[in-house]
């Protein structure tokens, strides 16, 4: 019996020291594959021993075989262990993302109606691809401008931008353009009750000035009406939802009060066929966080609609309420007749009561109203003659002298 057991404890002794012997071989394979090309050249070229050569040279390509071999299996053994446990992962992920979609979905739609509010991780951490499918320029941390070529009929199409408040223009914008928008032309009209006229027209940048920096770029300017881009027959008004200018100042504001954040702004010119005069701009602005989460921009007009991404939208009718326009080539009519000015006529004496009743005297303490939370240039003496565009809930209540001090002036149109 201790016969049997030294044996088979020798016995074992041997496959142990041979799998040792196996296994250091195996991993000085590629030194012995060197060292065999080596001896294979030293034979070949010192000693002109062609066959020792041939044989050792024939040993080391053995070598690097069986070391491409062994390097092969376990490469697939690591792919497949790899494979098996993503499967793992995925399948037993699956359930989760199910009632993930479902939740987000239900974070969208009750997030749409709250300014800047965050849409859902899986919406806002998208890719550049699906930042450009969804009409977004790609998050890139710095201050981007895009303008679209010039159309085959000369025409601005479109301005897309993306900026941080930082970014904004310092110097001051020059007074007048020359440059003149292909249908350009401009025709002076009565307004209001006909006592007073304004050009029909302005060149209108897509991408304001405030946020562009730019000033005659042909690529940025169409022909728009005053009302359309300044919200009024002459001056501004930017309570005026009618406006871009409306908008430009609330974004601008936004930017303003989220100076780390960033805004993507987008500016189309909407034409009809080969008509040169662009019928409407669709306005589309969203902000940005640090890290690249979209912010729902509601800045309270009747006119904005939102995406399932928090992306708003506005459409303005390039229009002016006192003309009509002939959007082929720039044409226009005007719809308010001037008012006869009457000279050498003296007016009959009149009692006071009767003077006061056409021409009330000004009230210093008289309640005005200003829409737009109080922003507008313009007050009204009543809310009846105010816009019906005007969101009553915004207009502010003030003195007519705190107003005028304030650098507003009472509204051409009551």
Known sequence: ???KSGRSQLGLGKIILWVFLLSLLVVLLPFLGAIGLAASTYFALFQKNWKRAGAVLVAALCCFALTGLVSNSQTTSGKNKDWNQSNLVSSSSKPESSSTDSTSTATSSSQLNTSS???NKEESQISASQFQSNGLLEFTKKKQLYLAPLDRLGRATLGHIQLRDADEPVNKRKNRISYNPVGWHNFKFPFGDGTKEAWLMNRGHLVGYQFSGLEEDGKNLVPMTAWLNSGNYAGMDSGNED????????LDSWLANHPNYWLDYQVKAIYQGDELIPRQVELQYVGIDQEGQLLQISLGGDKESV?????????????SPNAT???????AQGLVAKAQEVENQTVPAQPSSSLEAQAPAQDPNRIVYVASHGTSDAYWYYKESMPSTTKLENVVEMKEADAISLGKHHSLNE
């Open 1 to 3: 019996m201790k016969r």
């Open 117 to 119: 509010s965050s849409i």
């Open 243 to 250: 406006g871009i200018l409306y908008y430009e100042n609330l």
């Open 307 to 319: 995406d399932a991404y928090g992306i708003t939208k506005v459409v303005l009718e390039n229009q």
């Open 325 to 331: 326009i002939n959007y082929v080539d720039g044409k």
